[in-house]
Antibody, heavy 126, light 107 residues
Framework: QITLKESGPTLVKPTQTLTLTCTFS??????????VGWIRQPPGKALEWLALVYWNDDERYSPSLNSRLTVTKDTSKNQVVLTMTNMDPVDTATYYC??????????????????WGQGTLVTVSS | AIQMTQSPSSLSASVGDTVTITCRASQDIRNDLAWYQQKPGKAPRLLIY???SLQGGVPSRFSGSGSGTDFTLTISSLQPEDFATYYC?????????FGGGTKVEIK
């Protein structure tokens, strides 16, 4: 059974750096084809993809936040850490980590976000 | 970045109705599209992937169709537990992008 859980501060001040940890079980990030993603959702607004890290250390970032984001994986601890610098009140959101699974159907290989953490609300305020 | 335009942004429907939600991509994304359901205070749940493949455990009243730029999520015989917000996600190229969401409310 795959589970993920986000942890980190609930309140950060503007200009500070946010560090969120995703601790997961039920899969390994050393398994080929697997990844962990981060997605956020401001209160009352739509989902926004932030970043991905794959089993092979491939990292992908949202261009609009690229310079502020870093994801690192610790395979031995089953953890992925998201770091976001220079936080602003507009970054107030629920942050989710997700399992990046893959499928092969009708000769097509693809990915999806099939398991999600419960999310953690991060408020940016002085 | 590929823009995903979802419509309508909200709709009212009754139990038993058939509901259709559409998502349009700003360029061809083949069938690399997923649909998610989100209830208040909860994480999104994967319903459909590869445009039309039903995720395990999802009721068969949910179906997806489309390819290229135009996609549809259909909920047949709407049930009380289906009142939620639905999002599409293009998984064709980075950055991955979501639609703006469709809130399905009780009429």
């Amino acid at each position: 059974q795959i589970t993920l859980k986000e942890s980190g501060p609930t309140l950060v001040k503007p200009t500070q750096t946010l560090t969120l940890t995703c601790t997961f079980s039920g899969f390994s990030l050393s398994t080929s084809g697997v990844g962990v993603g981060w997605i956020r959702q401001p209160p009352g607004k739509a989902l926004e993809w932030l970043a991905l890290v794959y089993w092979n250390d491939d990292e992908r970032y949202s261009p609009s936040l690229n310079s502020r984001l870093t994801v690192t994986k610790d395979t031995s601890k089953n953890q992925v850490v998201l770091t976001m610098t220079n936080m602003d009140p507009v970054d107030t959101a629920t942050y989710y980590c997700t399992h990046r699974g893959n499928y092969y159907a009708s000769s097509i290989f693809g990915y999806y976000f099939d398991y999600w953490g419960q999310g953690t609300l991060v408020t940016v305020s002085s | 970045a590929i823009q995903m335009t979802q419509s309508p942004s909200s709709l009212s429907a009754s139990v038993g109705d058939t509901v259709t939600i559409t998502c349009r991509a700003s360029q061809d994304i083949r069938n690399d599209l997923a649909w998610y359901q989100q209830k208040p205070g909860k994480a999104p749940r994967l319903l459909i992937y590869a445009a039309s493949s039903l995720q395990g455990g999802v009721p068969s009243r949910f179906s997806g169709s489309g390819s290229g730029t135009d996609f549809t999520l259909t909920i047949s015989s709407l049930q009380p537990e289906d009142f939620a917000t639905y999002y599409c996600l293009q998984d064709y190229s980075y950055p991955l992008t979501f639609g703006g969401g469709t809130k399905v409310e009780i009429k």
